[in-house]
């Protein structure tokens, strides 16, 4: 995996604070092939003069704007946050850094790393969920976006709750993140997992996942 400096990281990722409230729209194939330029840029000001180049004769200017903000807000928090998973040494990164199923290993079990807010259409609150991880990994795994991300394979959820309501901005906190997802592997066992299933025109699929909770008061 790359080298990142996760101090630098952090400061160009609060940057992005004042755009990452609301996308403006779903996540789609359509907008992520116009915006894919994000995964190539690590400075903020440098991100901004691209979408501004790209996109400045457009009459949406800012709604694309926003969306390439937001995903590139989201993807480099992703980056920090399995650079420090990755970091440890009972965990493996994948040779491909975007395939679809896998981030990394884990003890030799494969998972795809997904951070998420607190969902808001989760019937029930944070306590409930900390105490019953599973009811919210299988809302999780059913309410997943339908485009090319979908997949019912093992996943480990970072959860962020931030208590005025704030979750989005936990994603840059990669300080506060860190030591958490460290006592996690720390205490790492295949028999601590999740299992899911799901009942497919296939079959039942089975899937091992498991919820970090990222908590700032």
Known sequence: METLNLKRLKIQLKKCYPFIENWGR??????????????KVRHFQTLENEIKDRFKKESNFEELRIYALNRWYNFWSAQGIEYIFCS?????????????????????????????????????????????????????????????????????????????????????????????IE???????????KKIEFDTDKGIKTAYSDCIFIEMN
Not at 152 to 170: P, V
Not at 183 to 193: Q, R
């Open 183 to 193: 006592n996690y592997l720390k205490h790492f066992s295949f028999e601590k997992l």
């Open 88 to 180: 440890y040494p009972n965990v493996k990164p994948h040779v491909e850094p975007f395939h679809q199923f896998i981030d990394f290993w884990i003890d030799e079990i494969p998972f795809d790393h997904k951070t998420s807010v607190f969902p808001k259409k989760y019937n029930q609150n944070i306590e409930f969920a900390k105490e019953n991880p599973t009811d919210l990994l299988k809302w999780l795994y059913k309410n997943q976006s339908n485009q090319k991300r979908f997949h019912l394979q093992n996943r480990l959820f970072l959860i962020l709750c931030e208590k005025e309501g704030k979750h989005q901005k936990l994603k840059s906190e990669i300080d506060f993140i860190q030591p958490i």
């Open 26 to 39: 779903k996540q789609n194939n359509s907008w992520d092939k116009q915006t894919n330029f994000i995964y």
